[in-house]
């Protein structure tokens, strides 16, 4: 099970949802989907987008874990 951990990178770095997915060229709902773990899966530009903004590597934003 891969686990989103977008919610706590946002919250450290102090940016909204809204700012975020403007920043990123995401719709709020698209990002709020990802964050909460209702997407199915996150192209490679995207992720790449999201940790550019965050100042963030892929790793900081999700975990596995095993079920």
């Known amino acids: 099970m891969i686990i989103i951990r977008l919610d706590r990178m946002m919250a450290d770095r102090k940016i909204s949802l809204n700012e ?3 920043k990123v060229g995401m719709t709020n709902v698209n990002l709020s989907n990802l964050k909460t773990g209702k997407m199915k899966g996150i192209r490679f530009e995207t992720l790449e987008a999201i940790c550019k903004v965050l100042q963030c ?3 900081d934003l999700m975990e596995y874990k095993e079920d």
């Open 20 to 22: 975020l997915a403007d």
């Open 57 to 59: 590597q892929p790793g």
